[in-house]
């Protein structure tokens, strides 16, 4: 079994910038991000396998990195240019499987979230 914490969520202001962790017991194959705004779906934000090879949406190249610490088995995502449509849930989800799909479904397990809102 594994568990995922997150941490590093809060509010920011348009343009700005926050770095999100998860910390994880246990391994993990892939790990990812997610973000679900209110009254939207769950969607991908970035993917990261054991290689260190990362995915990521489109809407957030450029502007957010994925990495992981595999000494501290923790799952970073550092997002920069921080736009109001961004607030939303931001969940940590792993899987010992398959990597760098951004449908839910695909990962067996996941964080509680922590909350990121942009205010403009």
């Known amino acids: 079994q594994v568990q995922l914490v997150e941490s590093g969520g809060g509010s920011v202001q348009t343009g700005g910038s926050l770095r999100l962790s998860c910390a994880a017991s246990?391994?993990?194959?892939?790990m990812a991000w997610f973000r679900q705004a209110p009254g939207k779906e769950r969607e991908g934000v970035a993917t990261i396998d054991a290689n260190g090879s990362a995915r990521y949406a489109d809407s957030v190249k450029g502007r957010f990195t994925i990495s992981k610490d595999n000494a501290q088995n923790t799952l970073y995502l550092q997002m920069n240019s921080l736009t109001p449509e961004e607030t939303a849930m931001y969940y940590c989800a792993a899987d010992l499987g398959r990597c760098h799909t951004f449908y839910p479904l695909n990962y067996a397990y996941w964080g509680q979230g922590t909350q990121v809102t942009v205010s403009s």
């Open positions: 246990g391994y993990t194959y892939c």
